[in-house]
Nanobody, 124 residues
């Protein structure tokens, strides 16, 4: 089992920044990649981006590209989501997820473990 705990959400004005953290524990050695998703009220969960533990550049959804940055700290088993130039439409619950298979990383089915989510609210 892998446990994921997100933190760092909150309320911010449009144009502001937040950094989310996702700390992984348990059988973290079994995971290949970490993803971020978000879900706004009344909408389906949306892919934000992912990063592979072993290296390589992160991948982002077009809606956040150039504004959001995913990074990792392998020693701490933690991934981060730096969110800049936030917009009201970025308001959502943000989830991190862990993939073991390392496939279908753009979709929810590619991830086995999920965190509880952290609320991000961007005011206009």
């Amino acid at each position: 089992q892998v446990q994921l705990v997100e933190s760092g959400g909150g309320l911010v004005q449009a144009g502001g920044s937040l950094r989310l953290s996702c700390a992984a524990s348990g059988r973290t050695f079994s995971t290949h990649a970490m993803g971020w998703f978000r879900q706004a009220p009344g909408q389906e969960r949306e892919f934000v981006g992912f990063i592979v533990w072993s290296g390589g550049n992160p991948y982002y959804a077009d809606s956040v590209k150039g504004r959001f940055t995913i990074s990792r700290d392998n020693a701490k088993n933690t991934v981060y989501l730096q969110m800049n130039s936030l917009r009201p439409e970025d308001t959502a619950v943000y989830y991190c997820a862990a993939s073991e298979a390392g496939r279908y990383l753009h979709g929810q089915n590619g991830y086995r473990y999920w965190g509880q989510g952290t609320q991000v609210t961007v005011s206009s």
